[in-house]
């Protein structure tokens, strides 16, 4: 007699790791861009107090995988962030 | 800032150059008295007015602490000028800017947005008390 497909072994095995996998992850928020939430089209490098949330401790640019900043926003916050840099309203580093 | 009359790249070409606004910070001396930093602004307005451009806001952030030391100063007056200048001045500023020794820092921008014609963040009131801005990131993790 020929086995259906559907009864062939492994499969349970299989869907327990799927199921782990799920478990593990199922608490993560979905991340998003801040920027494209709040309909911000235009980051002023003068705006001390939204460049200092993005760049915490170190005063390094928080990175687009944590933010989860898309990337044009990330360019343009990139470039505010070194305005300010240069004219010594934010920090390069800080230790 | 020097009081010398300004001449532009190519006479000639004075007529086709498009007056443009542009936003200039310049960060000076802390020990500057309040007349020497208005000194400044009026270089800047002179060299403006030489080319027919003018001062469009003037926001004086007083003196502020630098985020690190530039030659050995930890404070500096910060200055806030929106100008409208034929765009071959900026590079003429820019030279003014650097032969000062009194300037520390300086930064022109071009005026992107209608927010920089207003107050800038900086005159907005203390953080706290202000909605407008996206909420601390970090918390996806």
């Not at chain 1, 801040?34 to 170190?58: S, V």
């Not at chain 2, 403006?48 to 004086?60: D, N, P, Q």
């Not at chain 2, 690190?68 to 001045?89: F, N, Q, S």
């Not at chain 2, 650097?98 to 009131?125: C, F, Y």
């Amino acid at each position: 007699m020929r086995m259906r497909r559907s009864e062939a072994g492994g499969g349970g095995r299989d869907r327990g790791g799927k199921k782990q996998f799920k478990k593990k992850f199922l608490f993560r928020k979905k991340k998003f861009c801040k920027f494209c939430d709040e309909k911000i089209k235009f980051i002023d490098y003068k705006d001390l107090r939204l460049l200092q949330a993005f760049t915490p401790e170190r005063a390094k640019i928080f990175p687009r995988r944590i933010s989860g900043t898309c990337s044009k926003h990330q360019r343009k916050l990139m470039q505010a962030i070194k305005r300010a840099r240069t004219l010594a309203l934010i920090p390069f580093t800080s230790d | 800032m020097s009081q010398e009359p300004w001449q532009p790249d190519e006479p000639g070409k004075r007529e086709m150059l498009r007056m443009l606004q542009y936003e200039t910070i310049f960060v000076t001396d802390p020990n500057l008295a309040e007349d020497e930093v208005d000194e400044l602004v009026k270089g800047v307005d002179h060299l403006a007015a030489s080319a027919k451009g003018k001062i469009l806001k003037v926001e004086k952030w007083g003196k502020r602490r630098l985020a690190y030391t530039v030659d050995r100063r930890e404070e500096g007056i910060y200055v806030l000028l929106v100008l409208e200048i034929p765009t071959d001045m900026v590079k003429e500023l820019d030279r003014r800017y650097r032969m000062n020794d009194r300037i520390l820092r300086h930064l022109t921008v071009r005026v992107e947005n209608e927010a920089q014609l207003g107050p800038s963040p900086m005159m907005k009131p203390r953080p706290a008390e202000r909605e407008d801005l996206p909420v601390e990131p970090a918390a996806a993790l």
